[in-house]
């Protein structure tokens, strides 16, 4: 009898399976409402992380060690006190904002959140499914990391564990410790994780550095042990994971996008600039402004070698009242800041370039004082989307804009995307240039016509690449199987991102079918390395990308205002 031999599916093929499985998983929960993290389907979402077993968050897998760099990573993207909370409910913009509930912020997330009582805490999605899919993620490893420490808590006949005694000691005390207690503290809380006194140690000083945005490496520990032991030991106190029937309703229906854009759009008719050409830029809200407002506004105020130096001197805390003196100058030349008020949280800046004084621009900035004058390009800057919420902003802002009699559409005459991305074939640090787009888990490609190339960032002591860029579904999901797969195999990826497909998708869909835009627009995208996910240590859960990422981040934005102003 003949019998097929099927050869066992590679790591990057169980990823691939992995990966996919969550994101039903997760869906079939959203769209249900509800959910238990100890429950059957939760339990379905942690086999899944466990098989994919993510670079991000390193030992999730081992049953004692609790991961630090990983806990680091994810106390970063949730609210403050969220360990001691045993119902965490996603919500849409419905009023919270007006409550008197103080609003918690996350140190690396823009999104508004509740702790409504000593158990709920209430987190405000608007940006689509990607942040459902990255809240989803965060919260079932934190949950796996609590079990391990309710595990490591309890010693033969369920006795605790006496080090337990001792952070709850501290806890009860106010949860901080004096300096020369601290090494004490921090042997006992060693225990308890299961990981060396060194490491605990770097973990308690990596969690000092946002002491306003979480609570301290001890009262989260003993937070998340607290309700994982407390979910063992007494009924009706289950973990819970509950989504509003408003939030299940609005997802994908590009509420918030359509009203981010029709203020924008409103803003630009009403100041008589819908017929001027457009240059949409996706970058961060300080390095398009310091580049074209910071050497005028501190020309008399304080010295610098190179637009490079400057920055840097700019991003530095103590240098407030500098960057404070940069807006003032460039409001009065032009910029003008819109907030969002809709639910995006994207700022807008529109910078009006009939009010730049060409000849107060850094001669680093290869710029035609004449084309300026003639043509007075507007550039409309808008901070990072995340994941989904790409495709919704940008989809919404490219419409025509129609208000009673009146229609137009805007006159795009580039956009430009810049930002940080993982990359798969340098170092922190370096340039990515994508050719095309991929989305991950799905067929969809999308091949572009990039007018950057590595020509342009040549001869400035830093590396370039150029070649397919992946979008993923979540940071978050990515582990060195399928990301190998991706470099080595004939699709020859770059790097990784969480928007570039989704921008394009909308891009493409206007200029291509709709005709919103003119097919001739010019499409520039330029990412830096912020993390290599193939290197131990170099992962986004390693730590901020610091001052490193300063020449990078004016080296695109200058290449990207030589090509609007040159």
């Not at 899944?48 to 106390?75: C, F, H, K, W």
């Not at 572009?448 to 690449?465: P, T």
Request: charged share 25%.
């Amino acid at each position: 009898m003949n019998t097929e031999y099927s050869p066992p599916l590679t790591r990057a093929q169980e990823s691939r399976l992995a990966i996919e499985k969550l994101y039903i998983t997760m869906r079939h929960l959203f769209n249900r409402g509800f959910y238990k993290p100890s429950g059957v389907s939760g339990e379905e979402i942690r086999q899944a992380l466990l098989t994919l077993r993510p670079e991000i968050y390193g030992s999730v897998n081992d049953p004692q060690r609790v991961e630090l760099d990983g806990l680091v990573y994810v106390m970063d993207r949730l609210p403050k006190g969220i360990e001691a909370c045993r119902v965490i409910t996603l919500v849409s913009r419905e009023g919270f904002e007006h409550s008197r509930f103080p609003v918690l912020v996350p140190a690396k997330r823009r999104r508004n959140c509740y702790r409504v009582d000593d158990e709920q805490m209430v987190i405000e999605v608007t940006n689509g499914r990607s942040e459902i899919y990255d809240i989803l993620t965060h919260l079932t490893f934190l949950f796996m990391e609590a079990d391990k420490i309710r595990r490591n808590v309890f010693v033969d006949r369920g006795n605790k564990l006496r080090e337990w005694e001792k952070l709850e000691a501290i806890i009860q005390s106010g949860g901080t410790v004096k300096e020369d207690e601290q090494e004490l503290a921090l042997m006992y809380l060693s225990s308890i994780l299961g990981r060396t006194f060194e490491e605990t140690q770097q973990a308690y000083h990596r969690f000092a550095e946002n002491a306003g945005t979480n609570n301290g490496l001890f009262q989260i520990v003993y937070g998340l042990g607290c309700v994982s032991v407390r979910e063992i030991q007494e009924k009706k106190v289950d973990r819970e994971i509950n989504f509003t029937p408003m939030l299940r309703e609005r997802v994908g229906q590009h509420l918030y996008g359509e009203r981010w854009a029709t203020r924008i759009k409103h803003y630009i008719q009403t100041n008589g600039w819908q017929n001027r050409p457009i240059h949409v830029i996706s970058a961060n809200p300080h390095s398009v402004v310091n580049c074209l407002y910071a050497p005028a506004a501190l020309a008399e105020v304080t010295s610098w070698d190179n637009l490079y130096e400057l920055a840097y001197k700019l991003s530095q805390p103590a240098q407030q009242e500098l960057r404070q003196q940069v807006i003032e100058f460039a409001e009065a030349h032009g910029l003008h800041e819109l907030e969002d008020l809709g639910g995006t949280n994207l700022l807008v800046q529109v910078i009006d370039t009939a009010q730049l004084d060409a000849t107060k621009l850094s001669p680093e900035i290869a710029h035609n004082p004449v084309l300026i004058q003639e043509t007075q390009p507007l550039l409309l800057v808008m901070d990072y989307a995340f994941g989904e919420q790409a495709f919704e902003t940008m989809d919404e802002l490219l419409k025509p804009y129609d208000h009673g009699d009146e229609s137009f559409a805007l006159n795009v005459a580039s956009i430009s995307i810049m930002g940080k991305a993982g990359i798969l074939t340098g170092d922190k640090g370096d340039l990515m240039i994508p050719t095309s787009h991929i989305f991950e888990g799905t067929a969809d490609n999308y091949p572009l016509e990039n007018d950057f190339s590595i020509a342009d960032f040549a001869g400035f002591g830093i590396d370039a690449y150029e070649g397919a860029m992946i979008t993923v579904l979540g940071t978050s999901l990515q582990n060195k199987d399928i990301l190998s797969y991706f470099k080595n195999s004939s699709w020859k990826a770059v790097g990784l991102e969480m928007e570039g497909a989704h921008y394009q998708k909308a891009i493409q869909s206007h200029a291509k079918i709709r005709g919103s835009v003119q097919p001739s627009m010019k499409v520039r995208y330029a990412y830096y390395a912020s993390d290599n996910p193939l290197l131990t240590g170099a992962t986004l859960a390693s730590g901020s990308l610091g001052t490193l990422g300063v020449k990078p981040t004016y080296l695109i934005t200058i290449k990207c205002l030589e090509k609007i102003l040159g």
